[in-house]
């Protein structure tokens, strides 16, 4: 949220496209959302972590792209690993 909401937006163009701009809030929700459903242990721990890796992954694709987003495709990737791994263990 961070990184869109300062970085992107000071840098405006291609940082603030509709497309790139969704997606990097889209991720910042689930995020959320993920770490919320993982403190509450609910039983769509499994669901809601392959989702989130899924965007994160997506949204490291968009920002590496984009360029100068180094940082954010770092840990968009990062994430994307963790909660997979959290999806499989829950899965087990």
């Known amino acids: 949220m ?6 992107c937006l000071e840098k405006g163009d291609k940082y603030v496209e509709p497309e ?3 997606l990097m809030i ?6 959320q959302s993920c770490t919320n459903f993982l403190l509450g242990g609910s039983t769509f721990t ?3 972590c392959t989702v989130c890796a899924d965007i994160c ?3 490291a694709l968009s920002c590496e792209m984009i360029g100068d987003m180094e940082d954010c495709v770092r840990i968009c990737r990062e994430c ?6 959290i999806a499989q263990a829950a899965n087990a």
Do not use: K, M, Y
């Open 2 to 7: 961070q990184t869109a909401l300062n970085h």
């Open 20 to 22: 790139h701009f969704r």
């Open 26 to 31: 889209n991720c910042a929700e689930i995020c």
């Open 46 to 48: 499994e669901e809601i």
């Open 57 to 59: 992954e997506a949204c």
């Open 80 to 85: 994307s690993v963790s909660c997979r791994d």
